[in-house]
C-alpha cells in the first residue's frame, strides 16, 4: 500500500525497518538497503557503460571490426533479455533473496570471464553469459518496488531509484576511460566483479519482499502463460511500447557513442566520459522530476510529458545531424532533452505496466524486461550495421523509437473492463 514519508530513507523504510534494532541501526541499514537497490537496477548499465570507451581498443587487440565490437552490446541485452524470463518467475517462486543472490554470484563470475577473454567469439559468449546473470539485478529490483507500492507512489519509488542509479552512467564511462588508460580494458570487468561483490554484502540488509513463496507452478508453460497474459493486456501492451522505444533510443545511442565522439567530434578518450555525462544527466533530471510530480499528475499524464520531451529533443538531433556545421551545443542540447524524456518515461512505463499485476510481479517484470531488452538489441545491432562514421544514421533511429513510443500513449490509457484470470485482477487507474 502506499506510504508517506519525507525523506528518500523514510520512502524506503518499509524494506529494511525492524522493531529488534535500535533506531540509528535501522538509518545505517535503510542506507545500505537504498544503496543496494540502486545497485541492482544499475546492473545493466555499469556493465555497458563502464567498457564503452574501452571497445575500439578491444576491437583492436583482436583485430575486429566496430561493428563485432557492437555485437559485444548486443549479445549482452540478449542475454538480459532472456535472463528475465528465468530470474523474474523464479523469485516468485522461491522469494527475491535467494535468486538475486545467485544471479549476482553469477555476475560477479561472468565478469571475471569477460577479463580473461582471449577472443572476440569468446567475448560475445561470455558478454552472453554475463547478460543472463545481470538480468537477475533490475527484474527483481522491480517486484521488490511493486511488491511495497502501487500506482503512482510505485513509480515515484522507482523513478527515484532511477534517477539516484544514472550516476552510474554518469560515472562509469570516465572510470572506465582511466582504467583503460592507467592499466587496460580487461580491468574493466575486474571493476565490475568488484561490483557485484560489494553487492552481495549489501544484500545481507534484505528482507523478504514476495507475497507468495513456493505457491503455484514453476516451469517453462507457466512462464510462457504469463507471457501470453501479459501481452492479451492492451494497457500493458501500451506501457510496454511506451518503456521499450525509449530503452531502444538509448542501446542505439550505446551501440554507437563510443564510436561516433571520436569519429565526428575527435574526442580524446579522456573526455570520453565528461561528454557522455551530458546525456545522463537528461536521464537524471528527467527521473527525479518525475519522482516529484507524478504524485501529482498521476502515471499516464506524466508518461505522455516523458514521451513527448523524447520525440522534441529527438528530432532536434535528426535535423541537427543532417545539416553541416551544426553547433555541438545545440546537438548536446536536444540530446539532454531526449533522454530528458527518457527519465519521465522509464518508471512510469514500467510501475504502469507491473501494477496490473500485483500478486505476479516478478514475472510481470520478466515480461516487460524481456520485449523491452529484445527490442532493443535488434535496435542496436541495426544501429551498429548502419553507422557510417556520421550522426545522421543514429539520430533517425533514435527519432524512429521517439515516435514509435507516442503509439503507446492511447492504448496505456485505453479503459478495460476487469475479468477474472487465474492470477490477474485489472485495476484501473
Known amino acids: 500500500m502506499p506510504r508517506t514519508g519525507s525523506s528518500l530513507f523514510q520512502n ?3 524494506f529494511v525497518s525492524s522493531p529488534n534494532l535500535p533506531s540509528t541501526d535501522n538509518h545505517v541499514k ?7 537497490l540502486v545497485a541492482l537496477v544499475a546492473y545493466a548499465a555499469i556493465a555497458t557503460d563502464l567498457y564503452l570507451p574501452a571497445i575500439p581498443a578491444m576491437v583492436a587487440e583482436f583485430g575486429a571490426t566496430a561493428s563485432d565490437g557492437q555485437l559485444t552490446l548486443s549479445t549482452f541485452m540478449l542475454g538480459i533479455a532472456v535472463g528475465q524470463l528465468i530470474f523474474g518467475p523464479l523469485s516468485d517462486y522461491y522469494g527475491r533473496l535467494p535468486v538475486v543472490k545467485i544471479g549476482t554470484v553469477l555476475f560477479l563470475g561472468t565478469s571475471i570471464a569477460c577479463a580473461l577473454a582471449s577472443s572476440m567469439e569468446f567475448m560475445w559468449l561470455a558478454r552472453l553469459a554475463q547478460g543472463l546473470a545481470a538480468a537477475s539485478g533490475p527484474v527483481i529490483a522491480r517486484a521488490i518496488v511493486r511488491d511495497r507500492y502501487e500506482g503512482p507512489r510505485a ?10 542509479m544514472a550516476v552510474v552512467p554518469l560515472m562509469a564511462p570516465t572510470l572506465g576511460a582511466w582504467l ?3 592499466v587496460s580494458w580487461r580491468a574493466t570487468y575486474i571493476a565490475l566483479a568488484i561490483f557485484a561483490g560489494v553487492v552481495l554484502l549489501g ?4 528482507e523478504e519482499s514476495a507475497p507468495h513463496i513456493r505457491k503455484g507452478a514453476i516451469g517453462i508453460v507457466p512462464v510462457l502463460k504469463h507471457f501470453s497474459t501479459c501481452l492479451k493486456n492492451r494497457r500493458f501492451v501500451g506501457y510496454q511500447i511506451c518503456g521499450t522505444a525509449a530503452f531502444s533510443a538509448i542501446v542505439a545511442y550505446l551501440s554507437t557513442v563510443s564510436f561516433f565522439m571520436q ?12 561528454a557522455f555525462a551530458v546525456t545522463v544527466a537528461g536521464f537524471m533530471v528527467g527521473a527525479l522530476l518525475c519522482s516529484r510530480i507524478v504524485i501529482h499528475l498521476g502515471i499516464n499524464r506524466t508518461l505522455a510529458l516523458g514521451t513527448t520531451l523524447s520525440l522534441l529533443g529527438a528530432l532536434g538531433q535528426s535535423l541537427g545531424a543532417s545539416l553541416n556545421d551544426t553547433p555541438i551545443a545545440l546537438l548536446a542540447g536536444c540530446s539532454f532533452v531526449m533522454f530528458l524524456g527518457v527519465g519521465f518515461t522509464s518508471a512510469n512505463a514500467t510501475m504502469g505496466a507491473l501494477s496490473l499485476f500485483p500478486d505476479h510481479a516478478g514475472s510481470a517484470s520478466a515480461v516487460f524486461g524481456f520485449t523491452q531488452s529484445s527490442v532493443a538489441a535488434l535496435v542496436g545491432v541495426y544501429a551498429g550495421h548502419l553507422y557510417d562514421g556520421s550522426l545522421v544514421s543514429v539520430t533517425n533511429i533514435m527519432l524512429v523509437c521517439a515516435g514509435a513510443g507516442m503509439l503507446g500513449l492511447p492504448l496505456a490509457r485505453a479503459q478495460i473492463p476487469v475479468r477474472g484470470s487465474s492470477w490477474i485482477r485489472l485495476r484501473g487507474r
Open 12 to 14: 524506503l523504510a518499509p
Open 30 to 36: 535503510e542506507r545500505i538497503t537504498f544503496a543496494t
Open 155 to 164: 513509480a515515484q519509488i522507482m523513478a527515484i531509484l532511477s534517477g539516484a
Open 180 to 182: 583503460l588508460i592507467l
Open 203 to 206: 544484500l545481507r540488509s534484505f
Open 263 to 274: 569519429d565526428v567530434f575527435a574526442l580524446p578518450i579522456k573526455y570520453f566520459g565528461y
